[in-house]
């Protein structure tokens, strides 16, 4: 059995993660955390210096209340 060996192409993956596909599949995934939180949550997504990066957070006084005491978005990414 030989053995196999890969060299990874920093520059694609790093492509990759920011391209336009996975800005798509990071908003989709952010959606529905959102979702599942309920009103006064927002989403975000902006491109770091290595990926793209979905934000979701709570926006009202209400919810942020709500997270602190439930933990609404840990319980809404799972």
Same mark, same amino acid.
């Given at each position: 059995?030989? @053995?196999?060996?890969?060299?990874?192409?920093?520059? +694609?993956?790093?492509?990759?993660? @920011?391209?336009?596909?996975?800005?798509? !599949?990071? /908003?989709?995934?952010?959606? &529905?955390?959102? %979702?599942?939180? +309920?009103? +006064?949550?927002?989403? &975000?997504?902006?491109? +770091? @210096?290595?990926?793209?990066?979905?934000?979701?957070?709570?926006? /009202?006084?209400?919810?942020?209340?709500?997270?602190? &005491? %439930?933990?609404?978005?840990? @319980?809404? !990414?799972?």
């Amino acid at each position: 059995m030989s @053995k196999m060996q890969f060299k990874l192409n920093s520059s +694609g993956v790093s492509s990759l993660l @920011k391209s336009a596909e996975m800005q798509s !599949v990071l /908003t989709k995934k952010a959606t &529905d955390i959102k %979702n599942r939180c +309920g009103d +006064g949550y927002e989403q &975000d997504i902006y491109i +770091g @210096k290595n990926r793209a990066n979905a934000m979701v957070r709570a926006a /009202t006084a209400k919810a942020k209340k709500e997270n602190m &005491d %439930n933990n609404t978005l840990l @319980k809404a !990414v799972r």
